[in-house]
């Protein structure tokens, strides 16, 4: 497989970083910046008038370690919000019940290359603007079943050991390809991709702009202490245009941003701030 598709953490060294930083961290929520907005999650929007003074601390997100939680939630309702990541796993035999072609989207058809049918509009607009901008992008990988991960992440077992492998490839149930919401992207044509997509103008516009359209890098640069993977500038989550304007205006990464919307019991973004980020 492609390196794209093998995601490495980094060493122990880090880890051992990650856990000082997130023992260290406490997340501080004001009451009244999280009124609930918009219906994206279905749920009733939280009174604007709440003038609560109280603090609340939050479980802070747990560092990052390799686990085997199946997720209590829903996928197919919860596609958005759910967290999938090295300790949270989605059920072996989950699959998203609506997956399409990414020709929908105006991609050229390939075999195998599918996501739901709810990602299709904002994918068409995204690969509409990045051609516009003379900076068109291809996908390299879309949806991958959990049968799919296990026959990576076996073979990569096979080339490199059970601890390497273990180290460099989600491991089955972990991917966030199995929602069914998430690309792999690189410059139009190209067959490969690696870091150095970061800094190309097509990287450079993705990064910029992809959140524009609902899509959002779940493992930004410099952020594998909160992320748990090394930079992967190809690597887009589909969360929806407010879920995603949300998580830029936090300034965080997904994977906290979708921890502490879950321990506040919300699925429906934090109304923006017109604050300048702290
Ligand atoms: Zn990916």
Redesign the pocket.
């Known amino acids: 497989m492609h390196p794209?598709d093998q995601p490495h953490r980094p060493s122990a060294q880090v880890y051992r970083l990650r856990r000082a930083v997130a023992a260290s961290a406490l997340v501080v929520v004001a009451g009244v910046g999280w009124q609930a907005v918009g219906s994206d999650g279905g749920e009733e929007a939280a009174p604007t008038t709440t003038t609560s003074s109280t603090t609340t601390t939050l479980p802070a997100l747990p560092a990052c370690a390799e686990g085997e939680e199946i997720t209590s939630r829903d996928p197919d309702q919860d596609w958005a919000t759910i967290l999938v990541d090295t300790a949270r796993a989605l059920p072996a035999t989950y699959g998203p019940p609506d997956l399409h072609n990414i020709s929908q989207a105006g991609f050229p058809f390939t075999e195998g290359q599918a996501l739901r049918g709810l990602v299709m509009d904002d994918l068409a607009a995204m690969r509409q603007a990045a051609e516009a901008n003379g900076t068109p992008i291809g996908v390299l990988?879309s949806y991958r079943s959990y049968p799919t991960q296990v026959d990576l992440f076996t073979r990569r077992v096979d080339q490199l050991g059970a601890s390497e492998a273990g180290s460099r490839v989600a491991r089955p149930g972990h991917s966030e390809?199995q929602l069914g919401t998430?690309i792999?992207v690189a410059e139009q044509g190209a067959l490969d991709v690696d870091q150095s997509f970061g800094a190309s103008p097509t990287g450079q516009w993705i990064a910029s702009n992809a959140h524009e359209y609902g899509f959002i890098l779940s493992y930004p640069a410099e952020s594998s202490a909160t992320t748990c993977y090394d930079f992967?500038p190809w690597?887009l989550r589909y969360v929806g245009r407010d879920h995603a304007a949300a998580v830029i205006d936090s300034g965080v990464t997904l994977r906290q941003y979708l921890w502490d919307l879950e321990q506040r019991g919300t699925t429906t973004p934090p109304v923006p701030s017109t604050a300048p980020p702290q």
Do not use: I
């Open positions: 794209y990988a390809h998430t792999d992967e690597h």
